[in-house]
């Protein structure tokens, strides 16, 4: 059975915000929000993540060491903490709930309308998931900033740049963005598709039908009256 606009719009929204979700999970585990490079010593580098610190010598090893608290933090990284795993949260649930409400999962007892609001619904939990992911990563990038060029640290003083997990995070919001969008577009168009049953079922009126080939016992008494 071929798809409908509705359903490619569901399958699409589905594998992006299902990419996205994927991508969000790695950003929150990985170390490398923030990476420092030592001048004085090349062969190290530093980077910094939500969960840990570590230390890459090359052709020695990686040592990584937890953070002891979760309040020694900065600001930043604290609330990117409780966000990024809201995000996971929202995100997975926004996957069931529009799969449920998808053209490839027949429910018995489930009308159209129900599945297109588990299909809204789903959407929208995705937007709200893309919104806590990019919020933190933008927040730690713009800290980041902030203490590159802050003029009041000597300029001997190594400082943080970008780590790669802040890009992944950024292209993590992107897909979740675009996937909720497109399952919420999916219920507009639902709503077309619907409309086709309608005018595949039209019928042609007795008045188009050639005379010879119309009884007159089939008539109602009003046609009748007005054939003869």
């Known amino acids: 059975m071929g798809w409908t606009s509705q359903g490619q719009a569901q399958l699409g929204g589905l594998l992006l915000s299902l990419l996205g ?12 929000w923030k990476t420092l490079n030592l001048e004085l010593n090349e062969m190290e580098t530093w980077v910094m993540g939500l969960w840990e610190a570590c230390v890459n010598q090359e052709e020695v090893a990686t040592v990584c060491k937890a953070f002891e608290s979760f309040l020694s933090l900065p600001r930043e990284l604290q609330v990117s903490r409780i966000l990024m795993v809201t995000s996971h949260g929202l995100g997975l649930l926004g996957i069931l709930l529009s799969g449920l409400g998808s053209e490839c999962v027949q429910l018995q007892r489930v009308g159209c309308v129900f599945k297109r609001r588990l299909c809204l619904l789903g959407g929208t939990l995705e937007a709200a ?8 990563i933008s927040w730690v990038a713009y800290a980041t900033v902030q203490d590159f060029w802050d003029t009041s640290i000597p300029e001997i003083v190594p400082r943080w740049e970008f780590g790669d997990a802040l890009y992944l995070g950024w292209a993590a919001g992107v897909f979740l963005a675009i996937g909720g969008l497109l399952l919420i577009l999916s219920t507009c168009l639902g709503k077309e598709d619907l409309s086709l049953p309608r005018m595949a079922g039209f019928t042609v009126a007795p008045s188009c039908v050639p005379a010879q080939e119309l009884d007159s016992s089939s008539l109602s008494p009003r046609l009748r009256n007005q054939f003869i």
Request: net charge neutral; hydrophobic share 45%; aromatic share 10%.
């Open 129 to 136: 998931a893309s919104a806590t992911t990019l919020f933190p």
């Open 21 to 32: 979700w994927a991508l969000s999970c790695a950003t929150t585990s990985l170390p490398q």
